[in-house]
């Protein structure tokens, strides 16, 4: 995140106004609360006949993978849209961890992840890139913070640098909404294998300012929601840590 001179971005009045209560100082500025992704695009709506049109195609004949390439979704959500018997189950997304479960509970945890990318998560990218491969995922799913490393804040050695004042400021306000008993997202994960090597690990890919908070709140568990590439990633995954998810 890089600075902004206020005198680029505010109008005069609005500037002079602000300088009666702060002056020659750094200070954050939320970002405005948005209504909740589909509540003005029509998502819900929107899901339920793509999930109507993806059990017609099925029936007509079309195969798993061709609807899988055809809606940009993976094979195993295909299977689940058209052999789920839970029809009247429509996702409403909402960025909490109680909506995550509720979504992973109906086989829609993908549905749920691209949902956050493209709302709050804020990372559009990462989910085009996701899209681009058929992905397994696994969770949410409690699992031991203890396994999981930051790859983004101000240390020299982080992936994603951001500036120190600017990563405390947001790991203080998760550490006050965790500790208000706020309803936080889970942690996305990627769990694949090097080349070259025959042990896999982990690459956190949303949620590090809430892995510093939970760790520097003594909180050792939380919910992860795993993902992988290829079928011997997910298989060690499972049978490396499967006794450690909840």
Not at 189 to 205: C, S, V
Request: proline share 6%; charged share 30%; with cysteine.
């Amino acid at each position: 995140m890089k600075y902004e001179n206020a005198r680029d971005i505010f109008p005069p009045e609005l500037l002079a106004q602000i300088q009666r209560y702060v002056s020659g100082k750094t200070i954050y500025i939320p970002a405005a609360e948005t209504k909740r992704w589909g509540e003005s695009s029509g998502y819900r709506r929107c899901l339920r006949d793509r999930n109507r049109e993806i059990r017609s195609a099925f029936a007509s004949g079309q195969s798993i993978e061709r609807l899988a390439e055809a809606f940009c979704l993976s094979p195993e959500s295909i299977r689940r849209i058209v052999y789920s018997k839970k029809e009247d189950f429509i996702m409403d997304y909402a960025c909490t961890l109680t909506n995550a479960l509720e979504c992973g509970a109906h086989g829609m945890i993908e549905d749920w992840v691209h949902a956050y990318l493209l709302s709050d998560g804020d990372n559009k990218p990462f989910s085009d890139g996701l899209r681009l491969l058929e992905r397994t995922w696994h969770g949410p799913v409690s699992f031991p913070l203890s396994h999981l490393t930051r790859n983004t804040g101000p240390e020299p050695h982080m992936r994603w640098k951001i500036p120190p004042e600017w990563f405390e400021i947001h790991v203080g306000q998760l550490i006050e909404a965790t500790k208000a008993g706020a309803d936080l997202p889970p942690l996305i994960a990627h769990y694949w294998i090097p080349e070259g090597k025959t042990d896999g690990e982990f690459e956190l890919n949303d949620g590090n300012h809430r892995l510093e908070a939970f760790k520097r709140l003594g909180i050792e568990r939380y919910h992860v929601i795993f993902w992988c590439t290829e079928k011997h990633e997910y298989e060690q995954l499972m049978a490396r840590y499967a006794d450690l998810m909840k």
